[in-house]
């Protein structure tokens, strides 16, 4: 055996300083398929002859102690040690997937009932911004904080946040419905709320890639479980909303504020479930299988390698060092802010765009939630694929930005001839598997260990380029606002043409928003190629320095196991990368390796220049969406 206890090996997801110590299931399933196949866990010589000598007596002695020790922690045989672990794996993962359900119900809770709060297209956008600002900031120091701490504690926060958040809002929207009066209190809470909702999403997709394998199947299928819920409570808001606001004003924050409350016992229960597991496995028992050493199983203390197991911790400036793809990647999720306002904006747009006479709030409202109802459909099934065909992620990508934009040529060409559900069906398709694509290709772009502060970082500048899109659209649909009830009608009690001007205004206004999302869906097409591109480049770099001798056996290649001199086929590379000894991994980071040779240093050194501009431009990014807030909130 090593002198490591497989038991306890991080997943890549923890420190020396974490609050919690979690096994490392990839070496826990290696130990239980070893002692299965070897023997029994716990051998006891009950048929031994009558005949055995000093030495055999002293060895069953041994052995009945060994199994008293195993007794004493509930452990009987491999076969029931599996299944414990089995079901304790469940349970966690079950417990993530619920987590953001409370949280992704109440983001969608003000876009269908927009009109009706009483705001202008400044305040929406303010309350809108209110709890995405936040979110360009914490999602990145989660990042950082998930390894240190442990994401029980980091969850634990999060959701109590997101709890306190829709509490103040309940409490603050009017009882005759309107928050125009009272648009303070709900930034505090919306600010509150916000300040969780984006780390407790880099909590949950943290804790399912930790707990899944390199050799798992199922991660794909594990991330879109815990998105088809938050998305279900998504559709279940966008459908929603507008008829509990019909009953009373505040159900629809109340149901907001009841289902944050689940997700916070959802992560109590996790953090119980988490602590008794590493207590039994890490802490108390502190034991290894070894079933090499003796015919019967032994269980012995554990050893700590000397060279450590966990990984190194990171900062911020470490992220100037992940790699080009990376930052292309970046770059993409910026653009994915769109989708945000697309959704928060499809109820207002399509009214618009096909008229009030055309389309109502309430029909507007049910068509758009299409938007947020096809991803319970579209993750199960784009996990299902990419767990079995990885290779297909590339394509699936380029067909999301493709998709989107033919929703806005439909909408700014053919929608008086297209109905309003054909029209947003393609958006729908594109932005609906968008966000489990881009927690998928994560461990294709960076190193394991390095998971949760790239996840950090995507959710971060995600915000940003949302707040961003928010504040553009938001100023272009003013521009068409509708006058006052008042100048309906003219001086002389006859109607006016106001509401059917009203109506051109909008609809051109719209136009506009609907061009600017158009143009950043094809400049994400763009960045989507290029992105691509710079992995395969990568790739192929590491699999000829694989073949020169440059770095062999530093962890720094593909999780599909490059072979030398030959890049890796896609087909081949699984979506997480093994964890190794050195945390290396599939994919990222600038990595000098051994005899690379000046020409390597210097290319490494330009792409770490490259990155630190490229850190420095996702930093003015999170200024200017701080920027955009301060303006839509002194406007509104």
Request: charged fraction near 15%; hydrophobic fraction near 45%.
């Amino acid at each position: 055996m090593s002198g490591a206890d497989p038991l306890q090996l991080g997943s890549g997801a923890s420190t020396p300083d974490s609050a919690t110590v979690w096994p490392d299931w990839d070496a826990v399933d290696r130990e239980i398929a070893r002692v299965s196949a070897s023997s029994s866990f716990i051998a006891v010589k009950s048929s031994a002859a009558p005949h055995l000598d000093e030495e055999g007596a002293t060895e069953r002695g041994e052995d009945e102690l060994v199994e008293r020790e195993a007794a004493a922690y509930g452990i009987t045989g491999a076969a029931e040690l599996h299944d414990r672990l089995a079901r304790r794996r469940v349970v966690l993962l079950g417990c993530a997937a619920v987590l953001s359900v409370g949280s992704h119900y109440s983001t969608y809770t003000l876009g269908p009932i927009k009109k009706s709060l009483g705001t202008s297209e400044g305040g929406f956008a303010a309350l809108v911004s209110s709890f995405e600002v936040l979110n360009t900031v914490s999602p990145l120091l989660s990042g950082f904080l998930v390894p240190r701490y442990g994401a029980a504690a980091c969850g634990l926060v999060a959701t109590g946040a997101v709890l306190v958040g829709q509490l103040v809002v309940c409490f603050s929207a009017g009882k005759e419905g309107g928050v125009g009066n009272n648009v303070g209190w709900t930034v505090l809470g919306l600010l509150v709320f916000g300040s969780g909702t984006s780390p407790l999403a880099v909590v949950q997709e943290s804790i399912i890639l930790k707990h899944n394998s390199a050799s798992s199947k199922f991660v794909a299928r594990s991330v879109a479980a815990g998105l088809v819920l938050g998305k279900s409570a998504s559709f279940a808001a966008g459908w929603s909303s507008q008829r509990l606001y019909a009953v009373s004003p505040r159900l629809p924050f109340v149901t907001a504020a009841s289902l944050a409350a689940f997700s916070f016992a959802a992560c109590i229960l996790y953090a119980v479930v988490e602590r008794s597991t590493t207590r039994l496995l890490a802490q108390d028992a502190r034991l290894v299988v070894d079933a090499a050493d003796a015919p019967a199983t032994r269980l012995k203390p554990a050893r700590h390698d000397a060279h450590g197991d966990h990984p190194p911790s990171l900062d911020l400036s470490s992220l100037a060092s992940f790699g080009t793809p990376f930052w292309w990647y970046i770059a993409v999720c910026v653009l994915a802010g769109t989708w945000y306002t697309t959704q928060h904006l499809a109820t207002h747009l399509l009214q618009a765009t096909y008229g009030t006479s055309g389309i109502s709030q309430e029909e507007a409202s049910a068509t758009a939630s299409v938007l947020l109802g096809t991803p319970i459909l579209l993750y199960p099934l784009a996990g299902w694929i990419v767990d079995k065909h990885p290779h297909l992620l590339s394509t699936f990508w380029l067909l999301v930005p493709s998709l989107t934009a033919t929703t806005f040529f439909f909408l700014l060409l053919l929608s008086p001839a297209v109905p309003p559900l054909v029209a947003l069906l393609p958006a729908a398709v594109g932005m609906g598997s968008g966000p489990l694509l881009l927690v998928l290709v994560v461990p294709r772009i960076v190193q394991r260990h390095q998971a949760p502060t790239a996840l950090g970082a995507h959710k971060s500048l995600e915000m940003a380029g949302a707040i961003l899109s928010q504040t553009l659209s938001a100023a272009l649909l003013s521009l068409g606002s509708p006058p006052s009830p008042s100048s309906s009608t003219t001086g002389t009690g006859a109607p006016s043409r106001a509401p059917a001007e009203a109506d051109d205004e909008a609809g051109g206004a719209a136009d506009g928003a609907l061009v600017g999302l158009l143009v950043a869906a094809l400049v994400q097409l763009a960045f989507v190629a290029r992105w691509w591109h710079a992995i395969r480049v990568r790739d192929g770099a590491a699999a000829r320095g694989a073949g020169a001798g440059v770095g062999v056996g530093a962890g720094g290649g593909g999780g599909g196991g490059a072979g030398a001199g030959a890049a890796p086929d896609e087909a081949e590379l699984g979506l997480l990368a093994a964890v190794d000894g050195d945390h290396g991994g599939e994919g990222g980071g600038t990595h000098v390796g051994e005899g690379g040779g000046e020409l390597l240093g210097r290319k490494e050194r330009l792409e770490l220049r490259s990155g630190t501009r490229a850190l420095r431009a996702a930093a003015g990014t999170v200024v200017a969406s701080w920027a955009c807030f301060v303006w839509n909130v002194v406007r509104g």
